[in-house]
């Protein structure tokens, strides 16, 4: 156990519909990052949060939105669905801006139809 | 583009035997190379290389940099069929954006 959690672990929505997932990070890490795994693309970096501001932004799509809140837990929306965002979304964290030493969550597996 | 390519992308050996997998990338304003273990689920985190020409060693894993040939090798010596899984390299620019390989899978066989 990493110690970094996330909800839901299984989500099932329709095309067009838009979903919340939800990250909350090791004790006192301060940075939260997300990511999206499918089979055809592998791991992608989406996005960095570090004590509530982003920092680092990778292949995010501008359907997609996330924030960090004060108590310094994450949340990634996904609007507008397509059968193609279908994949494991994982949270993970970090104890400084640094993401060389990373814990990554158990993922949130979300299936569009 | 950066991007990071891992090669072999699939591999089987027997138990004992020892292994390299290989990491090549092309990224702009280097800051350091990742390796992660992923299994059922969630990616472990194994070593981070800055440093070209300096090993980093846990028990049979080690890992190398080589910054002017832009690679790294991952080596697992006297496998087990614990060590069966999808072995992930990312590199880290200097703007913290982190790219991934498509990893390579690992299957020991007993």
């Known amino acids: ?113 | 583009e950066d991007k990071v390519v891992q090669s072999p992308l699939s591999l089987v050996v027997h138990e004992g035997d020892t292994v390299t997998l290989n990491c090549s990338y092309e990224v702009t304003n280097f800051r350091s190379l990742l390796w992660y273990k992923q299994e059922k689920k969630a990616p472990t985190f194994l070593f981070m290389l800055t440093s070209s020409g300096i090993e980093k060693k846990s028990g049979r894993l080690s890992s190398i940099l080589d910054k002017k040939e832009l690679f790294s090798i991952l080596n697992i010596t006297a496998t087990q069929t614990g060590d069966s899984a999808v072995y992930l390299c990312a590199v880290v620019n200097r703007d913290d954006k982190i790219i991934f390989g498509k990893g390579t899978r690992l299957h020991i066989l007993p």
Do not use: M
């Open chain 1, 1 to 113: 156990d990493s110690g970094v959690t996330q909800t839901p672990k299984h989500l099932i929505t329709a095309t067009g519909q838009r979903v919340t997932l939800r990250c909350s990070p090791r004790s006192g890490d301060l940075s939260v990052y997300w990511y999206q795994q499918s089979l055809d693309q592998g791991l992608q970096f989406l996005i960095q949060y570090y004590n509530g501001e982003e920092r680092a932004k990778g292949n995010i799509l501008e359907r997609f939105s996330a924030q960090q809140f004060p108590d310094l837990h994450s949340e990634l929306n996904l609007s507008s669905l397509e059968l193609g965002d279908s994949a494991l979304y994982f949270c993970a964290s970090s104890v400084g801006i640094s993401p060389d030493t990373q814990y990554f969550g158990p993922g949130t597996r979300l299936t569009v139809l």
